[in-house]
């Protein structure tokens, strides 16, 4: 799911940011398939770039974070985030308030130009049942991408299925993320999206993985 996630940004960075490079903000020290991947995907691109988000000791996610998207806008860059909620490996929620103004914030280049806003991609594995991108829900007004990935947690043990959905503004993502999925011929079996549904979540929801399902 993670790699259907990047592909799909990177894609839509190509066609709409033609030119522009592409930055992936992401811990360094925690989610080691989550890293292994992103390095792998920014080793094929030469536009593409992993920076390292501290987020251990001294270190707290979001003012790590502010510091990071600052930089990113002065180059004209396009930042996209891949964090865990809880901060893995601190154990702990972040002041997610806070996280939202960071997020929100607008920012100008070193040319004064406005800089491409952040897509915060929340890995959900281990709190899938907490709305984060429903309408008025906390990160509703930034675009924000929420996923699983394969794992056997959602859905208890007994598929391990990995899933993703966004907010309203992050429809044309989403459409990108499915294609690639798709390129992979990885999609979620019939199966799995009814095992995924019926234990992960309290109501219908998308599924980002088989658009088709409800």
Do not use: W
């Not at 899938?128 to 043990?157: E, M, Q």
């Not at 992050?170 to 019926?198: F, G």
């Amino acid at each position: 799911m993670q790699y259907a996630i990047m592909m799909g940004l990177v894609h839509d960075a190509q066609e709409v940011h033609k030119g522009k490079n592409i930055r992936f903000i992401v811990p360094p020290n925690c989610y080691g398939g989550t890293n292994d991947q992103a390095r792998r995907v920014a080793n094929c691109n030469e536009h593409v770039e992993i920076v390292d988000l501290l987020v251990d000791g001294d270190n707290e996610l979001v003012r790590s974070l502010e510091a990071i998207l600052e930089q990113v806008a002065k180059e004209d860059a396009i930042p996209y985030i891949i964090a865990e909620i809880p901060t893995n490996p601190r154990v702990e929620v972040p002041d997610m308030e806070a996280l939202r103004e960071v997020l929100s914030k607008k920012r100008k280049t070193n040319s004064g130009s406005v800089a491409v806003d952040p897509v915060f991609i929340l890995d959900q594995t281990f709190c899938p049942n907490v709305h984060f991108l429903g309408d008025g829900d906390l990160l509703s007004t930034v675009r924000t991408i929420a996923y699983v990935s394969g794992s056997k947690f959602p859905s208890g043990g007994l598929c391990t299925a990995g899933y993703c959905v966004g907010n309203a503004l992050t429809d044309r993502l989403i459409e990108k993320i499915d294609l690639h999925l798709r390129l992979c011929d990885n999609e979620a079996t019939d199966l799995q999206v009814e095992i995924c549904q019926a234990t992960a979540f309290d109501e219908p929801t998308h599924c980002g993985c088989l658009p088709e399902h409800t």
